[in-house]
Every structure is written in C-alpha cells, then in structure tokens.
C-alpha cells in the first residue's frame, strides 16, 4: 500500500507518505492561501519525487482540511434560505439571548443572523407535538411558495430546515424536502432531523443552518481537490478527516459538510495518541504549535477527550468533536504594543504571506520565529524541511524595533516575546487539564507542529510536568495522524426520560436504530457489519439541571440503565469535585459511535548514528541569562539509548529540540525522543 495524508496549516501544507505500513516520506510547502488546492499539488508532486512512486500507486489519500471553517469565519458559505415552524422564525435571531461581554455598549450580534437575514426566513404552518404526533398538518403549498420566493427572488443555492420537535418525528422535514426537490433538484436542503436530530431548537438550527451554509464551499472544494487529483493520475477514493477524528469519504462529507468544521484540528490530536501508544503513555496532552495557532488538547487512557458543543466564531456549534482548544499563539504570531506600553504576543499572525520578517517576503513585523532565530534555537540554513532559507538579519532588525521602544536589547525583547507566549500556552494547558479535575503533573507533553519542541520544554518546566515525549517527525505529525485515523461514524437521538421510569425495551430500540444507522454509512465507506466496533454513549444530568454530561455505556451490563447511572454519578464527581447519589438522574440524548480501525503502521527505525554533535552555536537561555555554546545534534545521528544533558539542540528536517538547561534527552527505541524535564532534581 502507498498512501498519502495531506494537512493545510496556516503556514505549511505538510505531506506524508506511507510505503507499506513501514516507510515514511515527509515534506512541507507553503500553503497557499489564495488557492489552497495549489499548495497541496506542489506537496503531493514533490513527495511523490522523494518516495520515487508513480501517481497511479497511490492507495489512499486522506486529508485534513480547513476550508470549512475558512469559509464560516471569513463569510463565504453559500446563500441560504431557512425554513422554521410557523411563529418561530426568529428563533436564530433571539438564541439564548446571553451576552458574554456585559458592559461593552456596542455590542456585535452574537448570534449567526449572517447565516440568513430575516428576509430569508420562513416560518410554515404545520406542527409535531411534543410525543411526535402530529397536531396541525404540513402546509404544503406554504412550502412551495417559500422555496420559490427564496430561489427567484433572493437567488439561494441552499435550505436550511428546522421544525420544533422533528428529532421526534421528522415526517414534515421529509416531505418539505421532498417537495423542493421536485421543484429545484439542484438546490441544497439540509434537514435539522438528519444533521442533529436532539432538542433544544436553538443548537439545532444554528448546526443544520451551518450545514447547508457550508455546502457550497466543501461542494466546491472536494469537487476541485478530485479534479486535481484525477488530472495528477492519482486514482485513489479521496478520503477526509472528520471533527470527532475519524475518516470518512468525501462523498460522504459532501452530504453532511458541518462534519468537516473542525478537520484539520482533529488530526494532529490522532497522531499524538498513536505517539503517546508507542511511548508507553496513556494519558498525554498535545501541544501543536504551528505558524499561526497553538491547539492543545488532553488524551486520558488511551482516548482523545470528546466535546458534544463548542463555539466556533463566537457561535454555538453542537457537534460531537475532539475537544481541542486554541489560541493565536504560533511562530507567526506578531509582537505588539498594547495602548499602555506592554508587549503583547499574538493573536494576529503574520501567516504564510508575508510571513514573519525573517521570510523575506515583505513582512516587517517581528514574530515569535523572529525571535527564536535572535536567540538562536533554529538554524536558518535547516528550516520547514529547506523549503525556506531564513534571514537573521532581518530577524534582528525586525526585535529590536519593538525592543528599542521598550528600552530593551534585541536578545531581551526576544526572550520577553518568548515568555509571554509560553505564558499564554502554559495558561491554555492548565485549562484543558487543572480546570477539568485533572493534574498536568500526570501527563506527558506531547509537542508537535513546527513549534511544539521549541517551546515544551519551557511550558512543562512551568506546568511541573515530568517528561516530554517528542514524536519523530514532530512538524508533519498531523498529517501523519490521517493516515493512523479509523473510519468512524455518530449518530444520536433524543432519549428524555428519567433513569428510573427507562423502559428497556424502549432503551434498546433507539440504541438499535442509532446502530442501522451507523451500519449503513460504514457500509458506504465499503466497511462491512463484521468490521465494525461499536460504542454506545448516553447525554446525562440531574434532574433540573440544564446541561449534560456524556457517559460511555458499559458493554454487556446486565443492567446498562443502572451502570449509566453509576458511571455519571463518577464522571461528575470527577468534573465538578461533587456528586448526589440520591438525587434523580435523567437521559437527554443517546449515541453511537461506529469505528473501523485501520491497519497500524509497523514504521522502520532510522539506523541509529554514532550520537556526536553535528555543529554548536550560541544559544541564550534565561535561566543561565547568557548565550551558551550549545552542541547542536542532527537526530539521524542520535544513537540509540543516547542521553543528551541540557542546553543541547537537536535539529531534523521539519522542526527544532531545544533541550533546556537542567533537561535530559533520550532517544528511545521506539523512534521517540524522550525528554526527562528535572533530570537534575533527582
């Protein structure tokens, strides 16, 4: 097998090719934000020259993209129309009516009105109760009208349709869709029933609006993206990462495009926990610090954590994803005056165009990258695989502007733009784990993305996390991550009873439809029933509570409504510190998740080499406030069991170690590098 996993980052399209289960080649471009599709052709023309494999071998080819949530934050969906029930067409408008900046006087929407204007809201006779009975019929001709209106006279490509209690009884989504279809087959209809058949009527529009918004560019983009490929003579079926992490095919994505939003988070989390696997740890948080973004998030036992909702622009998006959380804190990420005088890092980035100053490429402003070439933790000459020759003069120029109007030298304004962004990360690390009951000191650092090892061993000095496992190609380990991600599939339906009146045959009727359903798209992935492993999950609370939280359900209980409810009385206990035994609990929601694990990659190790330094430079470290001749270490040449003691620098096609003084590193038989991080402490 030849496959191909291709990941579009803000900065670098990185690529990685896999040769039967056991040789990786890897490689980074630029991406281009222009035309993203040009990046990933220049990535897939050059790995192919590296591995010498001819187009027509190619396998598979997965990818990790950011075009949906592109298109969401820079408004470019498609035109869309939404259809509610009669009287609550407003319903996007008024959302939950929070503010979550109380005493700012001009306040933005902070509900997706953008999605469709009133003007591009109906509202349709005919009403499902709340049991899912029917109470006044469909108006039939009242949808036809407002299919024609929205198409003739506002020009909508796609139709967003949400009527209260469908996730009960869909009958009138389905035939609204039935009868546009009819009329304009060309046109998009996205039913809330299908996208997230769960209550509260809120989520749901704003995720099945999301659906249809999304259509056209994820439409577009695959459609574009299979053209190239063809046009290369790559043959393979185009395969695309899903938010919650696992794969699936395009075809797929282009019936429920919403499930592609998070993509190109999801994949570097799935190659931290293969990482993490084969270093022996099964609880790891990931650091993924690229050109623009760092995204981090936590693996407990062996399983990315999972968020049902999350807020993507500031919008609520219900939908099961891994829970990754970001911050603009990357290598591009600009030094900045605040109106008081003091440094600040980021959020803005200076991208791949123009890039920071040390680019060349017209960028004046001095960035974290910058920075760490004044320090001189990365060597110019051996940058994002050679792909860029970087200038350190500019570098130089470029921090000591912002330094001279600090009063500070250009080494100390770089070592302050470093500390202020490891400060942010740290604070970002602490809120995936310390706020959710967890103690980062029993983690492993996982860094990863161009950045991760520059910076890591800094944050897990300060989060007083023991070690730090660095993968062996770091910089691609996203793109890596596709090509180790399982087909996968959820689905979910509403189940509100409480958990001592669940009748279980009712329980296992809907758990049964959740698992025809999950069966059905495996099987469009060409996935046979005997291939599939199954997971069942339960949404709970307690009774008068209004949000949830999501229970794994115990396979092959006698009782599985009882371990449901054991298990949530822990996991909140967990959570939130407490938990009430004796209070009542209730179902909300019931999943299934449907998983078909791939092959895993037997990788072959690099020879080992005989461990003695390739060069040295100045290097400064605040803890020493000095530059230090640092020996500088090709990892090819690392051997194997070889213990490298701090302030060492270890340099590889695609990123950076910076070994801190006081670390210890150790290259591992399993390929990894394992940094003790308070060598010296014990």
Known sequence: MIEIGVDIGGTFTDVVLLQDQRRIHQTKVPT????????????VEKILAVAQVKPGEI??????????????????????????????????????????????????PETPVF?????????????????????TPLDEQAVRQAARTLVEQHGVTAIAVCYLFSFLNPAHEQRTRD????????????????????????????????????????????????????????????????????????????????????????????GSKFVAESAGHSDAISLDIGGTSCDIALIRAGKPMVASQTRVGGFPLRQQMIDVNTIGAGGGSIAWLDDAGGLRVGPHSAGADPGPACYRRSGTDATVTDASLVLGYINPANFA???????????????????????????????GIHRIINARMADEVRRVSVQRGYDPRQFALLPLGGGGPVHAGVIAAELGMPRIVVPEAPGVLSAFGLLVAAVEHDQSETFAVRADRVELVAFNRVLDRLNARG?????????????????????????????????ELPRGAA????????????????????????????????????????PRPQLERPIPGAGAPAASRKAFFPSLDRFADTPVFDRRGLALGQSIAGPAIVEQADTTLVVYPGQRARLEPSGNIVVEVNANAS
């Not at 993209?65 to 939404?82: D, E, F, P, W, Y």
């Not at 992935?525 to 509570?545: I, N």
């Not at 409504?561 to 179902?587: I, K, R, T």
Request: aromatic residues 6%; without cysteine.
């Open 519 to 551: 069966h059905e798209k495996m099987e469009r992935d060409g996935v046979a029933p005997e291939r599939v492993e199954r997971h069942a999950y339960a949404d709970m609370r307690y009774v008068g509570q209004s949000y949830e939280l999501a229970v």
């Open 115 to 135: 999605l469709a204007p009133r003007r591009r809201r109906f509202g349709i006779r005919g009403r499902i109760a709340a049991d899912g009975s029917e109470v």
């Open 32 to 43: 281009t934000p222009a035309d993203p599709i040009g990046g990933v052709k220049h990535g």
């Open 179 to 270: 009868l546009i279809a009819a009329e304009f087959s060309a046109l998009h209809i996205s039913l809330s029933s299908e996208v997230d058949p769960t209550f509260r009527e809120y989520e749901r529009l704003v995720v099945t609006a999301l659906d249809a918004y999304l259509h056209g560019a994820v439409g577009d983009y695959v459609e574009r993206l299979r053209t190239m490929l063809t046009a290369m003579g790559i043959g393979a079926e185009l395969q695309v990462m899903q938010s919650r992490g696992g794969i699936t095919s395009a075809a797929a994505i282009a019936r429920r495009p919403v499930a592609l939003l998070l993509s190109g988070l999801a994949a570097g989390v799935v």
């Open 59 to 108: 396998t598979r080819f997965i990818h990790g993209s950011t075009v949906a949530i592109n298109a969401l934050l820079q408004r470019k969906g498609s035109l869309t129309g939404i259809l509610m029930t009669d009287g609550f067409e407003d319903t996007l408008e008024i959302g939950r009516q929070k503010r979550s900046r109380m005493y700012e006087l001009a306040l933005e």
């Open 385 to 415: 695989a050679g792909e860029l020759t970087l200038d350190p003069a500019a570098a130089h120029d470029a921090v000591a502007r912002i330094g001279s109007r600090l009063g500070l030298d250009p080494v100390a304004a770089a070592a």
């Open 559 to 598: 009782d599985p409504v009882a371990s449901a409810v054991a298990a949530f009385h822990a996991l909140h206990h967990a959570l939130y510190g407490h938990s009430d035994p004796e209070s009542p609990v209730e179902f909300v929601n019931l999943r299934t998740v449907h998983v078909h694990a791939l």
